[in-house]
């Protein structure tokens, strides 16, 4: 990992951290991960470290992700967003992940960002539960209608 040993309190409080944690390198390769983030997910350690980049991410947010990477490259300090994950066993997880640009001394980038990601942003799980509970509707709506007028 680092060119120096790891602290054991620091690499301590990584792994025992009650919410997801990440390094990743400057490709979005995860390259260490902490339990709570493979519970949270349901993915093994190393399912989770052999996906480049990880393929839990859902496809359509991955111009979050771009979006996010770019803002941190830009010189934003951290960057925050709700994105949705796939679970292990197929479904989706709303997380709100905060992302940092590990930079040295000097203000240049380093090979390693972190991530730090929560499950269930209320406000995001509703939406889509509306959403689709809306979408459910439109369809009986029409169905309905449809054997009305048949």
Not at 49 to 56: E, G, Y
Not at 83 to 104: E, I, K, N, P, S
Request: glycine content about 6%; overall charge positive.
């Amino acid at each position: 990992m680092a060119a120096h040993a790891e602290d054991p309190l620091v690499a301590a409080a990584f792994d025992q951290a009650p919410v997801g944690l990440a390094l990743l390198d400057l490709t979005g390769r995860w390259f260490r991960i902490n339990p709570a983030l493979g519970r949270m997910l349901g993915w093994s350690a190393e399912e989770l470290l052999a996906q480049a980049p990880p393929q839990v991410l859902h496809a359509e947010d991955r111009p979050i992700e771009d979006e996010a990477a770019a803002r941190l490259a830009a010189g934003e300090a951290a960057v925050t967003v709700e994105q949705r994950y796939r679970h292990y066993d197929g479904h989706v997880l709303w997380v709100r992940r905060t992302a940092t640009l590990v930079r040295d001394a000097d203000g240049r980038r380093r090979t390693a960002g972190t991530s730090h990601a929560r499950h269930g942003n209320s406000r995001s799980s509703a939406r889509a539960r509306l959403s689709s509970a809306v979408k459910r509707t439109s369809g009986a709506m029409a169905a309905v209608a449809s054997a009305a007028l048949a």
